[in-house]
Every structure is written in structure tokens, then in C-alpha cells.
């Protein structure tokens, strides 16, 4: 009877740690198999024009820094260039005064929407904001965006 | 004044036509510091600035490292976190440098020139000397430069129980690809 209990106490304990064990796996399965999801899904944080964000940098870089980085923005603006590469489309939007800019970087399933727009179009790009920092070889501050994809 | 204005184009005209200090602001850096164990340690910058001094060789690069973009948002969160690139304190990573081998590139012929590049790679905080081959294109008006080298993390105090763990690689292949 005793030889019973006990029997029955270790099968227990030993259900349980195979429970956690899988668990745990499940847990680090899920974080290193993780992906980031499309941008286009994601709700923005933050919706702004080009101009007040870039002065908003320029104004206070630190501030702007902690509000706005790894957020997910809808920036609107006219562009004024596109950077093609084999395996880049880059969108910048300038201040033509100052010579700072934005740059948005295009998540990979979105290149040939970055690719059919144009410098003049007006357009609303969602992305993954890096911050702002100044440039000692264009001698001025540019503000960079990664995983970016068209609102409209 | 019509004169003086005449000139004055001119010399503008002729000035951008024969600038040597070319940029871009979509250089694309990779480094990928997979291991058997681990294939997610790799990521892309497209964004990077590069230049270029055709006349003297002068060649440079910035990357801000919060615009890597990785695929799992775990990783890319270590990556910048503290213990490993600290990119709150240390925003962006610089080269600057030479082409050594300038006068074996004709900026104006077509073709595949190698080329190798020594200068100072600061990553980290830490500035050590390096120096590495890489290939220019050259295709109309257009410049293409590469270059494939590996870097030491511990060089530049990057450590951490993952590279003890063999999860990251001691020695990330970076690759530069840089369009002028």
C-alpha cells in the first residue's frame, strides 16, 4: 500500500517535470522561431507628416530619440528621391534647406511597391523607426526607418 | 552681368560634371555571425553611408546599428542591447579609409578592378586598424564597390555567453556593397 503511494507520488512528480520541460521548450521554440510580422498589419504608434517629424529631431534629438525609436510610424510626405539597388528600394524624403533626411528601408515582400513610386508622388509609409543621428560624412542629421511598407 | 552670370554657370556645370567625392545613402551592409547551432545571428542595413574620392582614394562608411533589421525580434533586441553592441551609447559603426592600389582603377573605363582598402573600423567604441580586398565595377557613370572580410568580436569588446556557447560566431562575415 505504502510501495503503492509512493509509486504514485514519483508518477505524479514526474508528469509534472515533463510538463514544464515541454513547456519550456514550447517557450524557447516560440522566441527563436519568432519572426517579425508583416508591417503592414501592424498598428502604428504614431502618424506624422515628414516636415514637424524632421523638426521635431531637429529641435530636441535626444527627446525625439526615446519618443519615436523601434515604433512603428506612418510617415507622410513627397518623396524626393528612390535608391534602387539589386536588392534595395529606398525611399527619401528631404528637407531641401537643411539637407536632412528620411529614409525608409522596404521589407523584402514590399521592394516593388517602393519600386513603382516615383520622386514627386505623395505617399504614407509605415515602418519600423531606428531614430535620428547626424551624419559626419553629409555633415548633416537623417532619421532611418527599416521594415517599411506603403499605406497608401 | 549677363557675362558673369554666363561663367558663373559654367563653372558650376563643369564642377558637378567632374565631382570626385561621390555618396550614397543606401550602401548595404550584411554581417552574418550564424553557427551550426544557431541560423538566426545574421542581418541587413540598406541604409548605410558610404563615399567615395575618386581623385584620392578616400573611401568611408557610417551604419546606424538600430537600422540592422533581423528576422526574429528576439535577436535583433539582444543585438542591441547592453551586453552586445550597446547602440544606445554606440549609434553608429565607421570606416575610413584608402584605396591603396588607386592608380590600378580607371574611374573612367568600364570594367572589374581589385582593389585593397586599409584604414580604421570603428565598431563598439573601439577603433582598430584594418585592412581588406575588395572589387570596383565601373559601368558608365556608374560606381559599384564590394568587399567580403570577417571581423574579431572580441577585438572589439563584444563578448557575451552566447559566442561562449558557440551560438554566435567569434568571427562575423561582413559583406559591403556600396552603388555610386
Redo the contacts between chains.
Keep these: 500500500m505504502t510501495g503503492n503511494k509512493k509509486r504514485s507520488g514519483i508518477k505524479k512528480w514526474l508528469i509534472a517535470a515533463v510538463i514544464l520541460l515541454l513547456a519550456a521548450v514550447a517557450v524557447l521554440w516560440y522566441l527563436f522561431t519568432e519572426k517579425f510580422d508583416d508591417t503592414k498589419t501592424v498598428k502604428a504608434d504614431y502618424t506624422v507628416e515628414a516636415g514637424a517629424f524632421m523638426q521635431e529631431f531637429k529641435k530636441d534629438i535626444r527627446q525625439a530619440n526615446a519618443k519615436y525609436t523601434e515604433k512603428i510610424i506612418v510617415v507622410s510626405g513627397v518623396i524626393s528621391a528612390i535608391e534602387m539597388a539589386d536588392t534595395t528600394a529606398n525611399i527619401k524624403i528631404n528637407d531641401s534647406l537643411s539637407g536632412s533626411y528620411i529614409i525608409f528601408a522596404f521589407q523584402d515582400q514590399h521592394l516593388a511597391e517602393a519600386r513603382a513610386l516615383k520622386a514627386g508622388d505623395r505617399v504614407s509609409i509605415k515602418g519600423s523607426c531606428s531614430g535620428g543621428n547626424y551624419s559626419e560624412i553629409l555633415e548633416s542629421e537623417k532619421i532611418e526607418f527599416k521594415r517599411c511598407t506603403l499605406t497608401k | 552681368m549677363k557675362k558673369t552670370t554666363l561663367i558663373l554657370a559654367l563653372v558650376m556645370t563643369t564642377g558637378s560634371l567632374f565631382a570626385q567625392k561621390k ?4 550602401a ?1 551592409i550584411s554581417f552574418d555571425a550564424t553557427t551550426a547551432i544557431d541560423a ?1 545571428p545574421k542581418a541587413d542595413n ?2 548605410a ?3 567615395l574620392d575618386t581623385k584620392t582614394g578616400k573611401l ?1 562608411f ?1 551604419v ?1 546599428i ?10 535583433q533586441e539582444h543585438f542591441n542591447a547592453e551586453g552586445w553592441m550597446n547602440s544606445d551609447k554606440f ?2 559603426a ?1 570606416f575610413k579609409g584608402d584605396i591603396k592600389n588607386l592608380k590600378d582603377v580607371n574611374f573612367g573605363k568600364d570594367g572589374s578592378y581589385k582593389v585593397t582598402v586599409a584604414g580604421e573600423i570603428t565598431i563598439h567604441g573601439v577603433t582598430k586598424p584594418i585592412e581588406s580586398t575588395g572589387t570596383i565595377v565601373v559601368s558608365g557613370s556608374k560606381i559599384k564597390a564590394t568587399s567580403d572580410f570577417k571581423i574579431k568580436l572580441e577585438d572589439f569588446n563584444v563578448n557575451g555567453g552566447a559566442i561562449a556557447a558557440g551560438k554566435v560566431s567569434k568571427e562575423p562575415a561582413i559583406s559591403v ?1 556600396a ?1 555610386f
Design positions: 555618396t550614397t545613402t543606401s548595404v538566426l540598406k541604409t553611408i558610404a563615399s568611408a557610417e546606424t538600430k537600422n540592422f533589421a533581423f528576422s526574429n525580434p528576439r535577436i549609434p553608429t565607421t556593397n552603388e
